[in-house]
């Protein structure tokens, strides 16, 4: 069963916009994680966030995870057309297992 | 650096045919995955592997089953095909322990007809 929930589903904005993209899951967890699938490749690692942490940057990504509300976000800034991709949520419980959300297309307009 | 190298690319099978999927990752890496990609409902977790020697069932194992080869190497084999195993399959890495991200290779696009 899907653990994550991702919103919106789909989302098009102007390039150099911003572009923020939700997760919710279900069961306590010890990190969760977010990927990124282009057109026909495999999923790139993007950033991880654990349990303990509330916010995480890498370059222009920003991730917040609320435990309490079992919900995480995923913002881009600035856009480019390179970022046109899936983005996938996922979260890790006591193991290494990953169980993925069902992913938000993000389409970057030039 | 390849990565994770998975092969073949895509294939196409008839109904009851068997295939093996084979994924080869060259960062040394003691955990293995092969999951199973269907639109609209991300990935979905077959198999796993966190040594060689081990194997555990994910979400979705039946129909399927695969093989530690070494610590580089990890199949994945259909038995005898069926329409609903058409998917993509992606083969991932990771090292040990929790806080570990997942290295993927480029998946196999497998048709059932």
């Known amino acids: 069963s899907q653990q994550g929930e991702e919103d919106p589903q789909a989302l098009s904005i102007q390039e150099g916009e911003n572009a923020t993209m939700n997760c919710s899951y279900k069961t306590s967890i010890n990190n969760l994680q977010w990927y990124r699938q282009n057109s026909g490749r495999g999923l790139v690692h993007l950033i991880l966030?654990?349990?303990?942490?509330r916010e995480k940057h890498s370059g222009r990504l920003r991730v917040t995870l609320d435990t309490s509300k079992k919900s995480s976000s995923l913002l881009i800034t600035a856009s480019r057309a390179a970022d046109t991709a899936s983005y996938f949520c996922?979260?890790?419980?006591?193991?290494?297992?990953?169980?993925f959300g069902t992913g938000t297309r993000l389409t970057i307009i030039p | 650096n390849a990565g994770v190298t998975q092969t073949p690319k895509f294939q196409v099978l008839k109904t009851g045919q068997s295939m093996t999927l084979q994924c080869a990752q060259d960062m040394n890496h003691n955990s293995m995955y092969w999951y199973r990609q269907d639109p609209g409902m991300g990935l979905r977790l077959i198999y796993y592997?966190?040594?060689?020697?081990?194997?555990d069932k994910g979400e979705v194992p039946n129909g399927y089953n695969v093989s530690r080869l070494n610590k580089r190497e990890f199949s994945l084999r259909l038995e005898s095909a069926a329409p609903s195993q058409t998917s993509v399959y992606f083969c991932a890495s990771s090292g040990r322990g929790n806080n570990q991200p997942q290295h993927f290779g480029d998946g196999t696009r497998l048709s059932i007809l």
């Open positions: 592997s966190a040594s060689e020697g081990t194997t």
């Open positions: 996922a979260t890790v419980e006591g193991n290494e297992k990953l169980t």
């Open positions: 966030i654990r349990s303990n942490e």
